[in-house]
């Protein structure tokens, strides 16, 4: 009887740590989700190369040509 109790305790403490881990990356994704995409696309006007710069730069330079570009609008 005593078993059956301990081995339905370990499945139920296992079921809620399964939980929380589910919960906890969820959050995660959720908090890092925006700041990804935050993230300004450039398209070089130049070489056409596209990369990303941080979201508070108004132009950025290009990494292949040095050639200075505007955010790209998507
Ligand atoms: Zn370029």
Do not use: H
Not at 28 to 47: A, M, Q, V, Y
Request: aromatic share 12%.
């Amino acid at each position: 009887m005593s078993m059956s109790l301990l081995l339905g305790a370990y499945v139920v403490l296992l079921l809620g740590a399964i939980t929380l881990i589910a919960v906890f990356y969820g959050l995660r994704e959720r908090r890092f989700g925006p700041s990804r995409s935050g993230d300004r696309l450039f398209r070089c006007g130049k070489c056409g190369y596209v990369y990303t710069d941080d979201p508070d730069v108004d132009r950025s330079r290009c990494p292949q040509c040095r050639c200075m570009n505007d955010a790209f609008s998507y």
